[in-house]
């Protein structure tokens, strides 16, 4: 009885939603786990069939160290941005559009839905120009992208999953390493996403070792401007705001760790990681 109490716990999630689209950026262990790639697959597969619009945007960060650490090249990040020289971005496409891409959409296409493939190169669908540190710094060729090409991807979600890594284009043949979570934040503005959900190796945002369940993007905004969070929560955060201020309804960091944490996030009552929210707006009182 369990498993019926389950399924209509689902319902009303699955009613909401129906017809709506989900940017979901995929990385961490569950890219690397292939036990949490299986089910990553099938629960992409199940948001299809249900009658959402899934988007996947994925990074490779883990994988695109270790290539260049057998390389023997420098690895060096500025507030959770990887600096990449011209060696460093080749790899990076090497790594993320060579092989993880096409790892990622055969798992998809064998758990029972077309995905297609994609970067930001083809069709000029993510256009970026050169962005620096937070401090001024020259970190290479990282991009912040200002366009998406959302005639192609629209077209695209007609009949498959798109499957896209974060790799982008200057639109004159010059390609730029892109943050994942920012580039997921990109997408699910230029789609119009319902969601935005950003897979990770943490439970969600910590506040004095606990977890954060639930914060308006205001909150979201000033913990990055305070500096009371580090590393690569820094532009999952960022890239929760950009998304927010330009239309998102909600967004939620989860931990990809989980088995099916996607599917416990957006189908059940008591979600999981941090879900992020508009402020509520304050109630006229009249005299």
């Not at 988007?55 to 994988?63: A, I, L, Q, R, T």
């Not at 000033?222 to 580090?230: A, F, N, R």
């Not at 760790?257 to 109630?283: C, K, N, S």
Request: aromatic share 4%; glycine share 10%; proline share 4%.
């Amino acid at each position: 009885m369990r498993d019926v109490a389950t399924l209509l716990e689902a319902l009303p999630y699955i009613r909401e939603f129906h017809g709506k689209t989900v940017v979901i950026k995929y990385g961490g262990a569950a890219m690397t786990d292939p036990r949490l790639r299986e089910d990553f697959a099938r629960d992409v597969v199940l948001l299809k069939y249900v009658g959402m619009n899934p988007v996947v945007v994925h990074g490779g960060g883990p994988e695109i160290t270790q290539y260049m650490e057998r390389l023997g090249m420098r690895v060096e990040f500025v507030e959770g941005l990887r600096v990449s020289d011209e060696a460093t971005v080749e790899v990076a496409k090497m790594v993320l559009v060579g092989k993880l891409n096409k790892d990622l959409v055969v798992h998809v296409n064998r758990a029972g839905v077309p995905a297609l493939g994609l970067c930001g190169d083809d069709g000029d669908l993510l256009v970026a120009q050169k962005r620096s540190g937070a401090g001024g710094e020259d970190i290479g060729f990282v991009g912040d992208i200002t366009s998406v090409n959302r005639d192609l991807l629209e077209k695209l979600m007609d009949t498959a999953v798109p499957v896209i890594a974060s790799v982008a284009t200057d639109g004159m043949g010059q390609s730029y390493n892109v943050n994942a979570d920012l580039a997921a934040a990109a997408v699910a503005s230029a789609v119009d996403a319902t969601k935005l959900v950003l897979l990770t190796d943490v439970p969600g945002v910590i506040q004095e070792g606990q977890l954060v369940s639930e914060l308006n993007v205001d909150d979201a905004e000033t913990l990055v401007s305070d500096g009371k969070v580090s590393g690569g929560m820094i532009p999952k955060l960022e890239a929760v705001v950009r998304a927010m201020r330009s239309g998102v309804h909600r967004a939620h960091i989860v931990d990809g760790r989980v088995e099916h944490a996607l599917i416990l996030e957006l189908f059940t009552p008591e979600g999981m990681g941090t879900m992020v929210t508009h402020p509520v707006p304050a109630v006229e009182i009249i005299q």
